[in-house]
């Protein structure tokens, strides 16, 4: 008994010293693990923060460097076909004096901004239809009325472009459409401009509003003619030219001041860079022409015919390249952008 009481004692205490260690031990592990934990988890939060970050700037750098809101950003769409199955060829046109530009408008939700787009196809042309206009807004309501729909059945991307002479000085139809080129162009890249009068409403859909190879007649015949061609050589009312064509001819003179001759003038510029002009069949190109008096303040040009014969000597300097005016307003109505200019007045 004597010798087991301080070999006991001893034993006792090391079993006290091995549990201590085995406490400190666990202790230890805890700590470690709750450690490794704790820096698992704020490495999970940094890298998700920074996940975050990386998605927010690439958002940012998308948005800054994003194509406009024009350009179609959507899955790619096959083209549309090259014969629409929506045209619906020769129309009975009505021009009712009831009709209202919010009915217009209601008949043409999917028009934004006097712009439209087809939905389930890509357009095989992108085209850019100018009005020159002043104080004609009965002949505007019908020819937007007809001309919405028609082009588009014709599948097209398109936009409308009305241009407003202010002031009343004499009416320059050619000049209007000049600027229209030119203000239609800092909107989008057309492939394609329709210059069309605003008392002209199409009777067919087959007459397709698309540029061809060469400049295109669109008005072989109208009713106040017998539908027949008005003289050999016409080239007025409503055409079609490319981007191309219609810079290569210097656009419109800018010097006719009231009516006639412009279009005369245009087809001389157009023989001279050795183009041919083009035409749909007879049967197709039919136009309705809204009867109407004479405008005030567009009174015939009795200088045409010797402006006419100025054309070949200046057409390279008297065109789109000398074309100047001020741009007073342009509005973004639902059926058409409303460009209002200031094209000053004829030269004495």
């Known amino acids: 008994m004597g010798f087991c009481s301080p070999v006991c004692k ?3 205490r090391g079993k ?10 666990v202790l230890a592990w805890i700590a470690t693990f709750s450690g490794e934990t704790v820096k698992s988890v704020l490495v999970s939060s940094a890298t998700t ?4 970050k990386e998605v927010t ?6 948005s800054w460097t994003a194509a406009p809101d024009r350009v179609n950003t959507q899955p790619l769409k096959t083209e549309c076909p090259e014969k629409s199955p929506l045209l619906q060829g020769a129309l009975n046109l009505s021009f009712e004096s009831s009709l209202k530009l919010k009915d217009v408008e209601g008949d043409n939700k999917d028009v934004n901004e006097g712009e439209y787009e087809p939905s389930d196809c890509m357009a095989r042309q992108s085209v850019a239809i100018l009005i020159p206009h002043r ?3 009965r002949h505007l309501l019908y ?5 919405h729909p028609f082009l588009q059945r014709q599948q097209l991307h ?6 407003q002479q202010a002031g009343d000085a004499t009416f320059n139809r050619a000049k209007l459409l000049n600027v229209g080129y030119l203000e239609a162009l800092k909107d989008y890249s057309w492939e394609c401009f329709i210059f069309h009068d605003v008392d002209l409403v199409p009777e067919n859909d087959h007459n397709l509003y698309m540029c061809d190879k060469q400049p295109k007649h669109l008005v072989v015949g109208r009713n106040a003619t017998g539908y027949k061609l008005r003289y050999k050589g016409y080239f007025g009312g409503v055409t079609a030219m490319t981007k191309e064509q219609f810079l290569q001819v210097n656009g419109f003179s800018n010097i006719y001041w009231g009516w006639g001759g412009e279009d005369d003038d245009l087809r001389i510029r157009v023989e001279l860079q050795k183009m041919k002009i083009v035409r749909p069949p007879a049967q197709v190109a039919r136009y309705t022409m809204v009867f109407h008096k004479r405008d005030s303040g567009n009174e015939i040009n009795k200088d045409r015919m010797k402006l006419l014969g100025r054309t070949p000597h200046v057409w390279r300097k008297d065109g789109l390249n000398s074309c100047s005016y001020k741009t007073l307003s342009v509005e ?3 059926l058409y952008v409303n460009v209002t200019v200031d094209i000053g007045k004829p030269q004495s």
Not at 16 to 25: A, D, T
Not at 49 to 52: E, H, S, Y
């Open 49 to 52: 923060q920074a996940l975050v």
């Open 143 to 147: 020819l937007l009325h007809h001309l």
């Open 57 to 62: 700037l690439r958002d940012k750098l998308n």
């Open 332 to 334: 973004r109505l639902p």
């Open 16 to 25: 006290y010293f091995v549990l201590l260690i085995l406490s400190l031990s």
């Open 158 to 163: 398109y936009a409308v472009y009305v241009i």
């Open 10 to 12: 001893i034993l006792r």
């Open 135 to 137: 104080n004609r807004e």
